[in-house]
């Protein structure tokens, strides 16, 4: 296991100590400073990973002390620990970037669970730099560290070097596209072109020229022939997107075209020879779709040889991080606008619901990066909408064992008293009611937590 480098800055000996003894026996290897003056010494000497520091110190003001170590040192994070009385300037500590904040006194399990946090978030940095410098020209990079998602990826592995049919059975906005693109890429067929059909967005008017072409003089418009899409699809793959919107009777035609790999144009009467790879996507049940007489029977057996199922993101929790640093780096104009994720909202996101799945997220990120450019984004940034989604039985998933029973019920209680005061537009009174408390007491929470 590898151990960290904290440096502690508590000028308390009693206390100070007990942190030592007690990082040090989780594996962490520890310096013990007791003064501003020492602390910056041990930052001239050596380089940290984390810092640990009161914001309380007898030589010098502690947020100058924090400033510096992070200039100095900007691969350091950094926990401050304060007082009852200083929990303002441990909000202002976190302005100046620290990630999180402890009140004295404190368990050391929370304490813990805090630095852990704190490293997961430090190390998905590092992770994106590797996939980003594992990025071939030709071949699209998956982000994941899910092991459903590499599951998925051996498959498509194998079943890429061959050209049988696929079917990508997932909702919108899991990445369906993307593992397209990277099964075409290290197919056999990948100097061919990858040919994408939106099956919902052609009229119906015109989709069967579309897919299959118009020959010369067939129409009053058509003055030369006009190749469809099945052709132009010739030596590469050929992509059906929402493959459940296509009409019946268009179902009938492309399921005798694949059965035969030949079609005619409209308007034509010679059978052109076709050859490409087949691969759909749909977020339906196909095989109910054919009981309930809305898909065809032969078609679904012609698309459905192989079928690989694409993980939601609630399914895939664990690269909400890893996904939300990828789309950071991509939607910053430049390095000073780049925005931060503190520990506290990258909490917050993996206890939403994320209907929308990547997509959503990644639209998320490109408003906050947009509103509020160069700044550490924390849970009060979110958009109003995002408390609301909160999903309770996650909420209780995500609760770390090691947090005391106390913390663990107010983690709970705020967001619940949170959510009854949205739902009732604010009225404090009224959430009293609801919730069996006296209006003086909802206050006193509501204080506490503010």
Known sequence: MQKFKLLLVEDDPLLGEALQEALTTNGYQVRWTDSAASALEAISDESFDLLLQDVKLPDADGLDILRTVLSRQPGCQALVMTGQGTVEMAVRAM????????????????????????????????????????????????????????????????????????????????????????IHATSTRKNGPLVRVHCAAIPASVLEEELFGVEKGSTPTADRGKPGLLESAHGGTLLFDGIDELPLTVQATLARALEEMACCRVGGTSARKLDFRLICTTAQDLKTMVCDGFFRKDLYYRVNVVTLHVPSLRERREDIPLLAAHFVNQFARNEQSRVQLSPELLDRLMLLPWPGNI????????????????????????????????????????????????????????RYIKRVLESLGGQKGRAAEVLGLSRKVLWEKLKRQS
């Not at 990826?153 to 919108?172: C, F, K, Q, R, Y």
């Not at 979110?382 to 090691?402: A, H, K, N, W, Y």
């Not at 106390?406 to 709970?412: E, G, H, I, T």
Request: charged content about 25%; overall charge neutral.
């Open 359 to 414: 997509r959503e997220l990644s639209n998320l990120i490109e408003q906050l990066s947009l509103l509020y450019p160069g700044q550490t984004l924390r849970e009060h940034h979110l958009p109003p909408q995002t408390e609301s989604s909160l999903d309770m039985g996650t909420l209780f998933e995500r609760i770390q064992v090691g947090m005391p029973l106390k913390d663990a019920v107010n983690f709970f209680e705020m």
């Open 95 to 182: 302005k100046l970037g620290a990630c999180d904040f402890l009140t004295k006194p404190f368990d050391v399990n929370l304490l813990m669970m805090k630095l852990e946090r704190v490293l997961d978030y430090r190390n998905l940095e590092k992770q994106l730099e590797q996939l980003s410098s594992d990025r071939t020209i030709r071949q699209p990079r998956i982000i994941t560290r899910s092991a459903t998602m590499r599951s998925l990826i051996d498959t498509v592995a194998v079943v890429a070097a061959s050209n049988v049919s696929l079917l990508l059975h997932g909702e919108s906005g899991t990445g369906r596209k993307l593992l397209v693109e990277t």
